[in-house]
């Protein structure tokens, strides 16, 4: 018995001298670390990619700001597609979504730290045309003409701009008139390249977009929010991911005041009312 104890309390004193010799060979940082033993200083966020340009910056300022070089990895997609990847399992700390319905799946699958939910931002739907066009559009209504030949919108199975889109147009009255018209793009900036390049007569995005596609394109008309269900950006930490605290970390930065400039600055609407950690 006592040979065991003795052994117990050797490998107790070699962790501890292994730690101090951590810690002296500048390994505090380290210590930070998720227990798996990866870097808590490289967190990988999941993203709606029209999120690109505002948590580009953000993640510029997190890392401005950990003292450490700490630094996101981010994947930017459509939000359906990033929900997917996260249900099969890739390897992912944060996921931001421009639809409720993609994170309301993650959820109901137990995949999200609970209590890390909250709602980041808002968006509206427009509709934009290229700044060239020679087909005059200037209503959704106008989408139904002859002369509008091409309507680029996102996949409504995996983009949730195309899900708004979808319900805007059935809403209006317009989904039947249209349906033949209308391309399918991978995700919403796909869409505005389209438009952009002048492939399409017209296409619909979120106002940040048509923002980021500056004097090339022109925003003919916002649809009513009362067209659609409401653009709410909820973001969360996954249960799975490697680093938790970093995790919570960037999200707190996201929602603290400096991240909501940064999000207004590209066209987000702040939150109405109280948020959510459901």
Known sequence: MSRILSANRIQKYLVIAIILLFVGCGGKDQLANDSNGKNADSITVSAAISLKDAFTEIGEMYTARSGNGAKIQFNF??????????????????????????????????????????DLARN???????????????????LALP????????????????????EALTK???????????????????????????????????????????????????????????????????KEGAHQRAAQEFIALVLSVDGQKVLAKYGFSPVKGSNSNQ
Not at 94 to 108: H, P, T, Y
Not at 124 to 142: G, M
């Open 77 to 118: 997609g459509a939000s359906g597609v990033l929900q997917q990847q996260i249900e099969n399992g890739a390897p992912v700390d944060v996921f931001a979504s421009a639809g409720e319905r993609q994170m309301d799946a993650l959820a109901a699958k137990g995949l999200l730290e609970p209590g890390s939910r909250y």
């Open 124 to 142: 509206s739907l427009v509709l934009i045309v290229p700044q060239n066009s020679e087909v005059a559009v200037s209503s959704f209504a106008d």
């Open 147 to 166: 002369t509008v030949k091409k309507i680029a919108v996102g996949n409504p199975k995996t983009v949730p701009a195309g899900q708004y889109s979808n």
């Open 172 to 238: 209006m009255g317009l989904a039947e008139r249209v349906g033949g018209k209308l391309i399918l793009a991978e995700n919403v900036r796909q869409v505005l390249e389209y438009v952009v390049r002048g492939e399409v007569d017209a296409g619909i995005v979120y106002s940040t977009d048509a923002k980021q596609g500056g004097a090339k394109v022109n925003v003919a008309a916002t649809a009513d929010e009362n067209a659609h269900s409401p653009i709410l950006y909820p973001i969360a930490a996954v």
